[in-house]
């Protein structure tokens, strides 16, 4: 448990800034959260850290709402990217009559049957993260735009508008991935100057992210910055082992072993600027909070959702000022650890009516 206090500890100081941001608790009494709900979590894969902190924190809601008998059964499963065994567990969890499921889903496809079925039988449908497009279907999503949006401002800024770029998405077919990219297309639009050599797509994993940076590396074509979707570990590994030049600047990935490649790289001049904003896979345990509250019959309020979606507004952001910072306050935990957070149940219970 050692190594996850500095975790819980991030969470605290975000959450302190969430709730003094605008947020306050509902002026009336709260309408009874129901008990003994069945609650299914289906999540596209669970092969990377962000996966597994996003498992793990959902997780922890789920404990600690089996002790209040809010959630009775709390099931969680993985179709690992195969959209056809994904159908299969959503659907028995249609037939075993669960209340609530959140669909971390793997595409964008292949499921309108499933859900339609589940709606029809009175089930909650949420879907997280990588939203699957269902009219009418509550989605609850970190806001990409800013998450993107930040982050390619502040590479573009830190080249003045002018320089040759990698750009590293994720998986083009996730609806996440896709708003990131066309974030980064409506900002680079206006900056001429800035000229992307290598596009290229990594998973969101350190080992492909790794393999995809070598095999551009190895082409020879010069760059001055990296636009990427998490992998950063894996694109510094490759950089290294090739021995190659550092970029001059490189954007998200909020698993400590980057924070630690970064301080490493960094300690006697700067050799890399950055600009880091949180992703959280925590948006799993968002979405079980808020999922419980809708389940039960509450009403969200019009200002908190856009185009029927929660959208988590990042805000812990590390830069080469707030480095040391947040190396300390990981200190505990592992390499493959996330700087995560979540919503409190007071956050949760103001986004009703």
Not at 34 to 52: D, Q
Not at 234 to 263: N, Q
Not at 269 to 282: C, M, R, S, T
Not at 304 to 312: A, H, I, K, N
Request: aromatic letters at 10%; glycine letters at 8%; hydrophobic letters at 45%.
């Amino acid at each position: 448990m050692k190594r996850f206090a500095a975790l819980f500890a991030t969470v605290l100081v975000v959450l302190f800034l969430l709730l003094g941001a605008g947020f306050a608790p509902r002026a009336e009494a709260a309408p009874e959260i129901k008990s003994g709900l069945k609650v299914a979590s289906i999540n596209a894969i669970n092969t990377h850290g962000w996966r597994f902190v996003y498992d793990k924190q959902m997780r922890e809601v789920a404990e600690e709402y089996k002790a209040k008998g809010i959630i009775s059964e709390f099931t969680e499963l993985c179709p690992n990217m195969d959209q056809a065994v994904e159908a299969q567990m959503f659907e028995t969890c249609v037939n075993e009559g669960y209340d609530v499921i959140l669909l971390n889903a793997v595409g964008s496809s292949g499921l309108d049957n499933q859900i339609e079925m589940a709606l029809a039988a009175g089930i909650k449908v949420i879907f997280v993260d990588n939203l699957y497009p269902y009219e009418g279907v509550l989605g609850i999503q970190t806001d990409q735009r800013i998450w993107a949006g930040n982050a390619c401002q502040a590479l573009v800024d830190f080249l003045g508008g002018k320089g040759k770029i990698v750009m590293l998405n994720g998986v083009l077919g996730a609806t996440g991935s896709s708003l990131r990219y066309d974030t980064w297309d409506g900002i680079l639009k206006n900056y001429p100057g800035i000229e992307v050599v290598f596009k290229g797509a990594h998973s969101w994993s350190q080992v492909e992210s790794k393999k995809v940076m070598s095999e551009f590396l190895a082409s020879g074509i010069e760059y001055d910055a990296i636009l990427t979707e998490e992998g950063c570990v894996g694109i510094l590994e490759a950089i290294e082992e090739a021995k190659a030049p550092y970029p001059k600047f490189m954007t998200s990935d909020e698993e400590v072993g980057y924070l630690r490649m970064l301080a490493r790289i960094n300690k006697d001049k700067p050799v890399i600027n950055f600009y880091i904003i949180e992703n959280p896979p925590g948006i799993g345990a968002t979405a079980l909070k808020l999922a419980v509250r809708a389940a039960s019959g509450w009403e969200f309020k019009p200002e908190s959702l856009e185009g029927g979606v929660y959208l988590y507004k990042p805000n812990y952001i590390v830069t080469p000022d707030t480095l040391a910072k947040a190396i300390e306050d990981t200190k505990d935990m592992e390499d493959t650890d996330q700087v995560s957070a979540y919503i409190t149940d007071e956050v949760a219970d103001a986004a009703f009516k």
